[in-house]
């Protein structure tokens, strides 16, 4: 009796085939298959009320119908029809049991779950700092929600580009190169490049005041860049390099490998063809000297502007992001892009959506679907930027090891007896794991308040909650001295006390989880889920002796154990954690 990995959308296709069977599906039948309140079932079908409703019927009568119909699925479930017309879906242990024998591994759950964006290519442009400039925790938060995201993307079944659009060009770069030329301090420009560049860029921008001499100076070197002069290119890709390679050390130690980096700049000599397209299509119009798009149907930008090339004739953020968004669709041949930036960039992505929608429907252009991934600001407890006590900007790389340093107190109070050298090592996979999972497990949309000891704590939805679960698990496997990678599992009953019933129905539950992630593009759901399947675990181990002498038992508590461990990390994995055996 198997099972597909998506109960829920195999019952949607169940009551779907069974509806065209009756003749509802043509009048627009929708199953409506959700996961239900355990109280009444696992899952549950609305569909009915609403289809009653518009086609004047009984609500009740139609859903009797329905399950009339449905003799096939009643060996896997106990079906049951509530209040004016829900259809209720409880999973029989045997099916449960089913389940959790087939999904054995992280690859099996994988390939179970790699359908909704089979054949898909994704490009996820996160990240993405301004390069000459520090990262802040903006883009922190950009790395961590856009990684997640790409995973959760590939887990089910897409083609993930990931692709940094760094912030490299624009005319700050005339006097920065102003700076350089003058005061550069080449020690400092290997040990601390960005800090440097930061200081050349400030020296150069009070060197050269509106209407100095010393500004026309720094404009020449600007369009000295522009024009292609060897050795102004040459300062700005060394610019690019090393700010890069700085982001990269971040980006190591979080798990992020960028396919490209094509930033602005790439996109630099693209413009005129988006001028050209967008005047043809008469999509874009000329408005005091600037190239402009209007859209009329919307309740804003039908009088605020969206502004392509400037009066002077230069391009701009949109102009790039327009070429950008083309050379995904066409190069990448993209299903969808994912722009994951702060909300401040709203209204940005939004007149950028809606003007490349239509420009590749009036050019037949593949249209792809179009995510502007937004984030809340990150403050500190008091509600304020998050700053140091300097007021300064926090740099990211003490972030980081501030939070192993904090990890590292914590391994250490807790397992003091483990060699030093492993406490090191667990401490980098929960520093940075907390910094990651808080940003993740709550509502991206929200501000973010950045707290060490919410984030480190041993309780709640926290990554050393969960990872600690982890390990509990494999000392579990350890402490019987089996190996978690083939656990004794044959045999096993279905599972039958309450607790284990429990943390089975749970398990099931990860489909829907990972499903309405991805759907929404909102990785705390999965976070809450892992909190609750965590509690889920933590009830049936208090409740049910693991390690008994009756073999069916043992067999599928240790069943049990083993699916919640792999769910557990197949789930933190995919928001970009790492996992650990002990801590
Ligand atoms: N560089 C921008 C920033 O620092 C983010 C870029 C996001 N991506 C894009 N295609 N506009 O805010």
């Known amino acids: 009796m198997n099972l597909p ?10 009551l779907l085939s069974a509806a065209t069977t009756l003749g509802l599906t043509e009048r627009g039948f929708d199953p409506e298959v959700r996961v239900a309140d355990p109280a009444h079932g696992d899952f549950q079908a609305n569909g009915a009320l609403a289809f009653a409703k518009r086609e004047k019927l009984n609500p009740r009568a139609v859903a009797q119908q329905i399950v009339d119909s449905l003799d096939e699925l009643r060996e896997r479930f106990d079906i049951s029809l509530a209040g004016p017309g829900f259809i209720n879906f409880r999973l029989k242990p045997a099916a449960l049991l089913a389940w959790l024998q087939a999904y054995d591994s992280e690859a099996h759950l994988q390939s179970g779950a790699a359908h909704a964006h089979a054949g898909q290519t994704w490009v996820v442009d996160y990240s993405s700092p301004n390069t000459a400039k520090q990262m802040h925790v903006g883009h922190l938060r950009s790395a961590v929600i856009g990684e997640a995201i790409c995973r959760l993307l590939e887990f089910t079944g897409a083609k993930v580009i990931r692709d940094n659009h760094l912030g490299d060009w624009g005319t700050q770069f005339g006097k920065l190169i102003y700076g350089y030329k003058r005061w550069v301090d080449d020690e400092a420009l290997l040990t601390e490049p960005i800090e440097e560049l ?5 020296l150069g921008h009070a060197a050269t005041p509106d209407g100095s001499p010393e500004l026309e100076e720094a404009r020449r070197e600007l369009v000295q860049l522009q024009s292609g002069d060897p050795k102004n290119v040459a300062l700005w890709k060394k610019f690019s390099d090393v700010s890069l390679a700085a982001f990269e050390q971040i980006y190591g130690r979080l798990g992020i490998h960028f396919d490209h980096n094509l930033g602005e700049s790439f996109y630099n000599d693209q413009v005129e063809r988006i001028y050209r397209e967008l005047t043809e299509t008469g999509l874009a119009q000329v408005s005091e000297g600037a190239l402009v798009v209007f859209h009329p149907e919307h309740p804003r930008f039908a009088k605020q502007p969206f502004l392509i090339r400037k009066a002077d004739g230069a391009s701009n953020y949109a102009s790039t992001d327009l070429a950008t968004a083309l050379y995904r669709t066409e190069h990448f041949k993209a299903d969808g892009i994912v722009v994951v930036t702060d909300f401040r960039q709203g209204d940005h992505f939004e007149q950028l959506w809606l003007t490349a929608r239509k420009w590749f429907a009036a050019k037949n252009y593949r249209v792809p679907a179009l995510h502007h991934v937004t984030f809340g600001a990150v403050t500190g407890e008091d509600g304020k930027a998050l700053k140091t006590r300097d007021g300064d900007v926090i740099k990211l790389k003490a972030l980081l090891d501030e939070a192993e340093d904090r990890a590292f107190a914590l391994v250490t109070a807790k397992s003091p007896d483990l060699p030093e050298a492993e406490r090191r090592e667990i401490a980098r996979t929960v520093g940075v794991g907390s910094v990651q999972y808080a940003d993740l497990a709550q509502n991206r949309s929200s501000n973010y308040v950045f707290s060490w000891d919410k984030m480190l704590a041993l309780d709640g939805n926290t990554a050393p909650y969960l990872l600690y679960a982890v390990t509990r698990i494999h000392s579990i496997f350890r402490k019987a001295g089996l190996d978690p990678s083939t656990p004794p599992v044959t045999g096993a009953s279905p599972p039958e006390t309450p607790q284990e019933l429990v943390l089975a129905r749970k398990l099931v539950q990860f489909a829907d989880a990972v499903q309405l992630a991805t759907s929404q593009l909102r990785p705390h759901f999965l976070c809450l889920y892992l909190f609750e399947l965590a509690g889920a675990f933590s009830g049936f181990y208090a409740a049910d002796k693991v390690i008994v ?14 699916r919640t461990l792999i769910v557990l990390e197949t789930g933190l994995h995919r928001l970009g954690l790492r996992t650990l055996e002990r801590m």
């Open 5 to 14: 990995f998506d109960v829920a959308a195999y019952l949607d296709a169940s």
């Open 549 to 562: 002498d009756a073999p069916a038992v043992r067999a599928r508590r240790l069943l049990l154990c083993h």
């Open 198 to 202: 930061e200081r050349l860029y400030k």
